[in-house]
């Protein structure tokens, strides 16, 4: 990233204490394009874009309001030089303690110890590449200087800023809840960073849930009438919902599915964030294991509140043109007629399926971010775009495949009140009536039009997230 240094400014310095004025002076003058004495924030943008370093305007930001200590919007030679000193202080500990034998070199080795200290399991072939994207003499081994000169204008602090990369992208939401939610560094949520991405998520998730309704209403149809209508397929059952309501009865439930995004992903979060604090002692990073714990538990903590809006979504997309006006009046027909315990029928299943979910989930996303490692990557550990949206749907698909039956389940018994002639039974009771009466593709219906939804949720979800994350001031990490 900053190779260009050892060529252009550091020959004046073969280390950090032989004449570092002249070394910061030279590189200053470089950025100070009109030469007035000061850098200001586009200067300092330009400069870096020309010298083929552009960090996006959140890590500039960052680096002024570290650096710019009398707040004139302007860092003058004396805040650049001490801002860099400090910062090339906290870079000289982190290249330390990666450092473990003290030889005055980092290698792949090292690398792999230090991470799972910090609960991250990588190969020692991930960690030479790694090393490459850092190492500018080709030794494969990173030394003090070139640690520096990558790592100068890139405001991370700790060894924890520096690895955190690869993650569950928020914006991805293919209109089934991702169980492990996503992880803030402390500056983020300093900064207020964090709400502005679950922001940019939530909406997002509205309109890749909006875009892809009529086939969410399809599947939740299927799943509950496949009993009594066997052979309804997808073209059949978008016929039969288009004759009973018109087009906008294919949107039927999807307000509630919207709605309920802003109160499960607030719980969600901070559900998390409790959990992480229960499961570590006080400085600990958390591990593979206790994410995964932590995120199952906030999932089950986020539904158990949200729940009832879960129900309402159902009757409502399987309830008949008139039967309800609205959310409010399903909800007050559903407590007249049946009671409290309405709200949460299906709840026990629901709550089983978090746990296949979010492990396998996990599990393959892991699983298909180390096979990219190992046999794609070339120079570089950034998978990019296409590959983290790749790796982040076919997880969350094989999380759904694990989990269905026990999602068509809770479907049913959110809704078999609404069915004429339907027995009310318990999710035992009906598991051994599905596998009777329909054999186990019984379990499996209205899962086609499931799997449909999922790349045009992707694709839609990732759009409107990314011009999201613009118009909010969000750069990318």
């Known amino acids: 990233m900053l190779r260009w240094l050892r060529g252009f400014v550091l020959p004046t310095a073969a280390c950090q204490d032989v004449e570092p004025p002249t070394r910061y002076e030279t590189l200053f003058q470089k950025l100070d394009r009109n030469g007035d004495g000061v850098v200001d924030i586009s200067e300092l943008q330009e400069g870096l874009k020309s010298l083929g370093i552009p960090l ?4 500039e930001e960052k680096i002024f309001t570290t650096g710019d200590v009398n707040k004139d919007g302007k860092l003058d030679f004396e805040e650049f030089m001490k801002y860099l000193k400090d910062h090339e202080k906290k870079m000289k500990l982190a290249f330390k303690s990666l450092d473990k034998n003290n030889d005055g070199k980092i290698e792949a080795s090292e690398i792999v110890q230090s991470l799972q200290i910090l609960g991250l399991t990588i190969s020692e072939q991930q960690a030479e590449l790694i090393l490459q994207s850092i190492d500018a003499d080709g030794t494969m081994t990173v030394d003090w200087n070139e640690w520096r000169d990558y790592f100068l204008f890139n ?13 569950h992208s928020t914006g991805i939401d293919i209109g089934d809840s991702l169980t492990i939610p996503d992880e803030f560094t402390e500056d983020e949520k300093k900064s207020g960073q964090w709400w502005r991405q679950l922001l940019a998520g939530g909406v997002a998730g509205a309109v890749s849930r909006t875009s892809t309704a ?15 209508s066997a052979k309804m397929n997808i073209y059949g059952g978008f016929r039969q919902m288009v004759k009973e309501g018109g087009i906008r009865s294919l949107w039927r439930g999807n307000g509630t599915n919207v709605i309920k995004i802003a109160p499960e992903t607030a719980v969600k979060f901070w ?11 006080d400085g600990q990073k958390i591990g593979t294991f206790e994410r995964f714990v932590s995120g199952s538990m906030a999932g089950a903590t986020a539904q158990t509140f949200i729940y009832p809006m879960e129900v309402l979504k159902t009757r409502l997309a399987v309830g008949k043109t008139g039967q309800y006006s609205g959310m409010f009046d399903c909800a007050k027909k559903i407590l007249k007629y049946e009671g409290m315990g309405a709200f949460y029928k299906g709840y026990v299943p629901n709550l089983l399926g978090i746990i296949p979910y979010a492990g396998i989930d996990l599990a393959v996303y892991e699983l298909l971010k180390s096979h990219w490692l190992d046999n794609f990557a070339k120079d570089s550990v950034n998978p990019g775009v296409m590959v983290l949206l790749g790796c982040g749907a076919l997880s969350s698909t094989c999380g759904q495949l694990a989990s269905y039956p026990l999602a068509l389940v809770r479907t049913r018994m959110q809704a078999q009140a609404m069915i004429e002639r339907s027995p009310q039974l318990n999710m035992v009771g009906l598991f051994r009536r599905i596998i009777s009466k329909e054999g186990l593709p019984g379990l499996y219906r209205g899962i086609t039009p ?15 997230y990314e011009n999201m994350k613009q118009t909010l001031g969000i750069t990318q990490k």
């Open 56 to 59: 996006g305007q959140d890590a």
């Open 155 to 167: 405001p991370v602090t700790d060894i924890e800023e520096i690895i955190r990369f690869w993650k």
């Open 214 to 228: 009529p086939l969410d209403r399809l599947k939740v149809m299927m799943q509950v009438h496949g009993s009594k």
């Open 271 to 281: 559900a998390y964030e409790q959990y992480k604090k229960l499961l570590t002692e």
């Open 450 to 464: 499931n799997f449909m939804k999922v790349l045009p949720a992707v694709g839609i979800s990732y759009v409107v």
